[in-house]
């Protein structure tokens, strides 16, 4: 089974800068789009965007463009998604997944991000 | 941006089934997906491309999907079947690729 580890849970401050991580197997990133999805406390499933690991190309949606950037480190096998200014709004579990078409196959155990002053 | 509507809720009896709707404008044109989330866990796939099952998922999942609406169908309700439920479809008209529905909390009596 295709496994995805996130980093830890991550308490902020309004205005800090934060990148967290998502590490998966080497076959994974060979063959498969990663995804990043948000869900705030209690309320449903939001796709931030998507990264193709072999050419770093992206797509954002339009509701987290500008705010949040991705990347991959193919060398270590790991997808990192990464705000410079968070805002308290920041505050949600982030889960990785990845697809190798419009499902997610596979997903990580989730990253919370608290963001409070 | 398209919307796909799911109930909020639904409560079924265990043994019973359990049908959880996924409305969209002109749906069953493409392929709809569902993912169960259980209480903390992260979600994980049960249905892909309308109807099919990926390996582990029991065969009490089912999926349909034509016209306006996608269904997912789960017979012999467990107590383990607890969860939300989101559908989700590719979007390649706009800017928004991957679209949730709203989420469905199944409860077993």
């Known amino acids: 089974e295709v496994q995805l580890v996130q980093s830890g849970t991550e308490v902020k401050k309004p205005g800090e800068s934060l990148k967290i991580s998502c590490k998966g197997s080497e076959d994974i990133f060979s063959n498969y789009w990663i995804s990043w999805v948000r869900q705030l406390p209690g309320k449903g499933l939001e796709w931030m965007g998507r990264?193709?690991?072999?050419?770093?190309?992206?797509s954002y949606s339009p509701s987290f463009r500008g705010h949040i950037t991705m990347s991959v480190d193919r060398s270590i096998s790991t997808a990192f998604l990464q705000w410079s200014s968070l805002k308290a709004s920041d505050t949600a579990m982030y889960y990785c997944a990845i697809h190798s078409g419009w499902y997610f196959r596979s997903w990580g155990q989730g990253t919370l991000i608290t963001v409070s002053s | 941006s398209y919307v796909l509507t799911q109930p909020p809720s639904v409560s079924v009896a265990p043994g019973q089934t359990a049908k959880i709707t996924c409305g969209g404008t002109n749906i069953g044109s493409g392929t709809v997906h569902w993912y169960q989330q259980k209480a903390g866990q992260a979600p994980v796939l049960v249905i892909y491309?309308?109807?099919d099952r990926p390996s582990g998922i029991p065969g009490r999942f089912s999926g349909s999907n034509s016209g306006n609406t996608a269904t997912l169908t789960i017979s012999g309700v467990e107590a383990g079947d607890e969860a939300d439920y989101f559908c989700q479809v590719w979007d390649g008209s706009g800017d928004q690729l991957y679209v949730f529905g709203t989420g469905t909390k199944v409860s077993v009596l």
């Open positions: 491309d309308d109807t």
């Open positions: 990264i193709e690991p072999t050419d770093s190309s992206k």
